[in-house]
């Protein structure tokens, strides 16, 4: 049995629960098939220095090949001497070719063949979630496509303010994720640096090409200074922090659909399968998946703020703090691939209650419009808008909606106000008015339709979404 990496200097064996401490192989364990990738290609640079011999390179290579296969199978056998992924799979790998797997090491350290390793991990980490928020922004355009013409009250400071059409409503969810898509995208670039090469934290002795090896392992280029290079941890930071505004974005959207399944609402009604039940109340149908989302976002801060602060108090260099990485990593991947395709499957199946939206719309959403007909008819914006303030009191004082206020009570205020003041009350005609790019017209959206769609086909995503996590669809309307 191979003993641990760094135990020559030491007379004495580490505590046991000090041990326990230490080690990382209880989550690091995520990182052995990038270890092993990383491996390879060192193996080979190696070679290709004149370090080892090429017939050396393929028992190595072949070694290591035979421990993926282990890996993927769920067979690899840890011993008590494995301080963590890395020192696994050398000892394995030792096991499997004899001393020559000893010469792997040469040159490299822990410090930069983990920070290869995770760089590795968040790449095909970024590659997988933007596959999924592909799925909820497609969700949302199809959602948008199928709810044309339903018109919803619309709100600012959670109060009726004017109408908008509900497919408007639903894009102004997709084009947050669009952003955080390109941010994906753009930390992907960021990210694929390659460390390797580096050493503990001056570089290697042995004249390794590390072009050649930011190409086998398809990075972009190397790192420039090796003491940055072993302890830089922004992309980890940067992908917590997309990975927050992602999980915001679908709490935000989370928080008024569950308002909008209040009784209070009946805007919509979630699905059976993507809802829940109550112990006691028999009546009841919980938006549970939607709470979630809204909760476990508030659990991503907690991640985010949690790394920033280890970052915070290190000098320069490697220090066994940046072990406190990964977990919020792995942890923030692992929630995002839940609660996307949730999410993603919540808005495929959810059923709209298009009367229950009408009947919720108030004539004084279109206090706005009044405000405009006056501005048509010369009067400033801002005397428009104190006389049309006059006439929503007057409506309250009488307590009658707006559109149902006399003309003479309209003309005692400004006889500006006529006869064609019936024309303004009408919420299809209030909605078309908005024509302006970006606005809530259905010309407008039909356009914001065609540059969702766009968007889509512009972004293609490198990861495929398994079967098991693709939606099923259902009963939505």
């Given amino acids: 049995m191979m003993s641990k990496l760094w135990g020559g200097r030491f007379a004495g064996g580490l505590d046991p629960i000090a041990w326990e401490f230490n080690a990382s192989l209880s989550f690091d364990w995520r990182l052995a098939e990038v270890d092993i990738r990383g491996s390879i290609a060192w193996s080979k640079a190696l070679m290709k220095a004149g370090v080892i011999t090429l017939d050396e390179q393929h028992q190595i290579s072949k070694g290591l090949t035979d421990i993926l296969a282990e890996v993927r199978a769920g067979k690899f056998t840890h011993a008590p001497t494995d301080e963590d992924v890395h020192t696994a799979i050398e000892r394995r790998l030792i096991e499997l070719v004899g001393p020559v797997g000893g010469k792997l090491h040469t040159g490299r350290s822990r410090n930069d063949q983990v920070a290869t390793d995770f760089a590795l991990w968040i790449v ?8 999924f928020v592909k799925l909820v922004q497609t969700a949302l355009v199809e959602r948008a496509e199928r709810d044309m013409g339903i018109i919803l009250p619309g709100y600012t400071h959670f109060q009726q303010s004017q109408p908008i059409l509900l497919s408007h409503w639903w894009l102004s ?12 995208a753009q930390l992907r670039e960021r990210a694929a640096v ?39 941890r922004d ?6 922090f997309t990975a927050v505004m992602i999980a915001i974005h679908l709490s935000r959207l989370a928080e008024m659909l569950i308002l909008y399944t209040s009784a209070e609402f009946g805007f919509i009604e979630l699905s059976d399968a993507y809802s829940t039940g109550s112990s006691l109340m028999p009546q009841k149908k919980n938006p549970d998946t939607l709470e979630l989302t809204r909760g476990k976002a508030g659990t991503m801060i907690g991640r985010l703020t949690g790394l920033l602060a280890v970052l915070k108090g290190l000098p320069s260099a490697y220090d066994k703090d940046l072990q406190e990485d990964k977990v919020p990593v792995f942890e923030a991947t692992d929630t995002l691939c839940l609660m996307l395709p949730v999410v993603a499957g919540v808005l495929q199946t959810l059923i709209i209650r298009p009367e229950k939206m009408e009947a919720a719309l108030n004539p004084a959403m279109l206090a706005t419009d009044l405000a405009d007909y006056l501005v048509n008819k010369g009067i400033p914006f801002r005397e428009a808008h104190r006389l049309v303030g006059l006439a929503v009191r007057r409506a309250a004082a009488l307590e009658i909606p707006l559109s149902q206020l ?15 003041i019936a024309e303004v009350f009408n919420f299809q005609a209030s909605i078309a008015r908005r ?19 766009a968007f889509l086909d512009d972004h293609k995503t490198r990861s495929s979404i398994p079967a098991s996590q693709t939606p099923r669809g259902g009963d939505g309307s």
């Avoid at 095909?124 to 596959?131: G, H, L, N, Q």
């Avoid at 006399?406 to 064609?420: G, H, R």
């Fill in 194 to 232: 390659l460390p390797l090469g580096s050493g503990a934290l001056a570089g290697t002795p042995f004249p390794i090409d590390r072009k050649f090896l930011a190409n086998q392992l398809g990075f972009k280029t190397f790192s420039p200074n090796s003491i940055d290079a072993v302890s830089n």
């Fill in 173 to 184: 969810h997709f084009w947050p994720l669009a952003r955080d898509r390109q941010r994906l």
């Fill in 406 to 420: 006399p003309l003479a009570e309209f003309q005692s205020i400004s006889p500006a106000f006529e006869k064609d």
């Fill in 235 to 240: 992309s980890a930071a940067e992908f917590l």
């Fill in 124 to 131: 095909d980490a970024i590659d997988r979630v933007d596959a």
């Fill in 435 to 453: 024509n302006s790019p970006g606005g809530t017209s259905p010309a407008a959206v039909q356009v914001q339709l065609q540059q969702a769609r």
